[in-house]
């Protein structure tokens, strides 16, 4: 009988503590950290904040990661703070921006873990900067997005001044900001007015300072279809500032008149 006294007893202490955390409501909630030179690290804010143990589940969220050169500013309709690790699960109209580049990280869900300096997730993505546009599935990025790989079904598009490009992978594309350049992987497609070209891997050089693409490199099965013309080779080099493509690999050419044409013509 004691016993079981004992463990009723026990139980509802249990519970009247979890209400306890439950009933732990933060109207115009804000945390932040400061760095050891004393400024200031980063800093979370939302409108109403509930505290569940070593959890915060916050409505509303806006968050400024600051660093050395730049800002990070993150948003959601909700989040989970781990209060141990400082790790935010965003989601809901998940908004990522970069201040400094100028980039634009839209999606459902984000998991954003701070000590590693990372930010991924598995839903569909979009990411915006400046003339170029970016759809995917999956994501996993550092904060500054120096490095980035969307993971499947990506489709980029280039708004260039001269010649709008767009280019489609099943994945992934791994993009390395500080070397300027992007790597698509696996069923590549790209596409412009000039025609058609399909590649097992296509490699981007990036013009940053005319935000412009350089070159592009696409090897293995290359086939591009151009107005009649369709070219079979193993490797296909586009120049843009020379607007000039270049192939390699014992290229070969099939041509296919038009109806009523005859070579004579």
């Known amino acids: 009988m004691f016993l079981k006294h004992l463990i009723f007893v026990t139980a509802f202490i249990l519970c009247f503590n979890f209400i ?111 003339d170029m546009q970016i759809e995917a599935k999956g994501l996993v990025a550092d904060t500054q997005f120096k490095k980035v790989n969307f993971k499947e079904d990506v489709k980029v598009k280039f708004s260039q001044k001269e010649d709008a490009i767009t280019i489609s992978c099943q994945g992934p594309l791994e993009i390395e900001h500080d070397e300027q350049k992007a790597v698509f992987y696996n069923k590549v497609i790209v596409e412009s007015k000039q025609g058609k070209l399909f590649c097992d891997k296509s490699t981007i050089f990036f013009d940053t300072e005319n935000n412009r693409i350089k070159k592009i490199i696409s090897e293995g099965n290359v086939k591009i279809i151009r107005e009649e013309n369709v070219i079979f080779a193993k490797k296909a080099t586009y120049l843009g500032e020379e607007n000039k493509l270049v192939l390699e690999g014992n290229p070969r050419v099939i041509y296919f008149p038009k109806e009523n044409e005859t070579f004579g013509n």
Do not use: H
């Not at 115009?28 to 915060?56: C, H, L, P, Q, R």
């Open 20 to 130: 306890s955390y439950s009933q732990q409501r933060i109207k115009n909630f804000y945390f932040s950290n400061y760095k050891k030179n004393g400024t200031k690290g980063w800093e979370i804010k939302g409108e109403e904040a509930v505290i569940f143990g070593d959890y915060v589940d916050i409505r509303k969220m806006e968050a400024n990661y600051y660093l050395e050169e730049d800002t990070i500013f993150i948003e959601s309709k909700k989040a989970k703070l781990d209060k141990n690790s400082l790790d935010v699960f965003l989601k809901d109209d998940v908004l990522v921006k970069n201040k400094k580049e100028e980039i634009e990280l839209i999606t459902d869900s984000l998991n954003w873990r701070r000590r590693q300096n990372k930010i991924q997730t598995a839903d569909f993505v979009k990411a915006q900067k400046e």
